[in-house]
T-cell receptor
């Protein structure tokens, strides 16, 4: 199994809503990542978890709250988002935090209205 | 800081022909990895090919090969016998061997014409 699975694939939420994005991998990878990607732009790193501990936060606003309940799961909790937060959110994983090869999910297309 | 530059925002190629996508990077590190990722309309980033900086031999994966010039900090991707399914955005990416951050270029949108 070399898949990273993200749910939901699409999400529309209001600025007062609370929602969560989910990511799952069963490759035994110990590093997991959240990226944000705007249209026709490269992904931008948001968070890195290594061995279930947050190791990198790229100065992401607190309305984005990551969580790593176990080594296979990664969540991104969303609250009070702004329309400019609309983007594709990609989850990735790699064997270790030393990122020799990252596997990406298909992403969640988020629209904030 | 490391930077990755893809100077071709768009490229097109005829089916069955060969195309080369350019990538240059800037780093003071001697040990690092370089990647080409493909992102089709399905949105998933798919690893196409990987090159370790300490290896002089250019990486090859079926129809995909790279021309890695370490001194020139150049890492181009050659796609041979292009297929319609190769149409996608292609990102060049860099990471330090000891690092955890992928630095991406701006991408090259490849169109394959039948």
């Amino acid at each position: 199994d070399t898949e990273v699975t993200q749910t939901p694939k699409h999400l529309v939420m209001g600025m007062t809503n609370k929602k969560s994005l989910k990511c799952e991998q069963h490759m035994g990878h110990r590093a997991m990542y959240w990226y944000k990607q705007k249209a026709k732009k490269p992904p931008e790193l948001m968070f890195v978890y290594s061995y279930e501990k947050l190791s990198i936060n790229e100065s992401v606003p607190s309305r984005f709250s990551p969580e790593c309940p176990n080594s296979s799961l990664l969540n991104l909790h969303l609250h009070a988002l702004q329309p400019e937060d609309s983007a594709l959110y990609l989850c990735a994983s790699s064997q270790e935090q030393r990122n020799t090869e990252a596997f990406f999910g298909q992403g969640t297309r988020l629209t904030v209205v | 800081a490391q930077t990755v530059t893809q100077s071709q925002p768009e490229m097109s190629v005829q089916e069955a022909e060969t195309v080369t996508l350019s990538c240059t990077y800037d780093t003071s590190e001697s040990d690092y990895y370089l990647f080409w990722y493909k992102q089709p309309p399905s949105r998933q980033m798919i690893l196409v090919i990987r090159q370790e900086a300490y290896k002089q031999q250019n990486a090859t994966e079926n129809r995909f090969s790279v021309n890695f010039q370490k001194a020139a900090k150049s890492f181009s991707l050659k796609i041979s016998d292009s297929q319609l399914g190769d149409a996608a955005m292609y990102f060049c990416a860099y990471t330090r061997t000891s690092g955890s951050r992928l630095t991406f270029g701006e991408g090259t949108q490849l169109t394959v014409n039948p």
